[in-house]
């Protein structure tokens, strides 16, 4: 391997992590308090658990059952960073990793950060989803929406709220940083760094509690669902980042 080539790698690679940390340390706004509610950084490389690297303890399992099954997504490996062995997770469209439903992923605001890379998962395809009523929607979901491109929202129980659409141009087959951020009033989406579009107004209180199920799911919604909702492509890592107000709210 040549020097260049062994060092760009390097430099990516650190830009990743770096990438992550500097979204997972924006500075709270007001009063409020930021917790890390779940990391996965997903370098195990095999076996059946996405280690929760907050300390949260909302651990993953892959698929449907803790032995192998249909429905675990595929370990892949990544270029090292220095000493450090990398991995990722391949969905190929009903594959999920599970965490059960926990308090510390049902805060008054959220944010949803991942790394991704495909070539085109399709429409309503699932990066992300906390909940599910029926086959409709989640309390907060990372999707494809209905134009494949990446949109973020909220549900208040009656209405989903939608960010500005990230488009098609996102799966050039490269790993992007995806944020999507709710803070009681808007609804923002980040790709590597810059914002898309214009926030989107919502001052609405996520709807927790949904009624055909409550756990969390990376890759997929909860289903089974007519239209697979699963996604098709790589996440390398992901993580939820609760705001929570001392105040009544988050609507101030
Ligand atoms: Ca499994």
């Known amino acids: 391997m040549n020097r260049f080539r062994r060092t760009s790698t390097s430099v990516a690679a650190v830009a990743t992590a770096a990438a992550l940390a500097v979204a997972l340390a924006a500075p709270p706004a007001g009063a409020r308090t930021d917790d890390l509610a779940g ?12 280690n929760d690297l907050s300390f949260s303890g909302n651990r993953g399992q892959l698929g449907s059952t803790s032995s192998a099954d249909a429905h675990d997504p595929e370990w892949i490996s990544l270029p090292r960073l220095l000493f450090l062995k990398r991995a990722a997770l391949r969905f ?3 594959q999920s990793v599970r965490m059960p439903d926990a308090p510390s992923l049902e805060p008054d605001g959220v944010t949803v950060l991942a790394r991704v890379r495909s070539t085109g998962p399709g429409a309503f395809r699932y990066v992300m989803s906390k909940g599910a009523f029926q086959c409709e929607n989640a309390s907060y979901g990372l999707y494809t929406g209905g134009d494949g491109g990446l949109r973020f929202y909220v549900s208040d129980g009656t209405q989903v709220h939608l960010s500005a659409d990230a488009g098609t141009g996102l799966w050039d087959g490269a790993w992007h940083t995806v944020r999507g951020a709710f803070d009681g009033q808007q609804l923002r989406l980040y790709v590597d760094g810059a914002q898309v579009g214009e926030p ?15 756990d969390f799911y990376l890759g997929d919604y909860a289903g089974p669902c007519a239209t697979p909702l699963g996604f098709v492509g790589d ?3 992901a993580a939820v980042i609760g705001h929570y107000d001392s105040d009544a709210g988050l609507a101030q």
């Open 39 to 50: 990391l996965w950084l997903l370098n195990e490389g095999s076996g059946q658990v996405a």
């Open 92 to 94: 190929s469209g009903s």
């Open 200 to 214: 989107a107004p919502a001052a609405v209180d996520v709807y927790y509690g949904m009624p055909t199920g409550d």
């Open 235 to 237: 996440i390398d890592a």
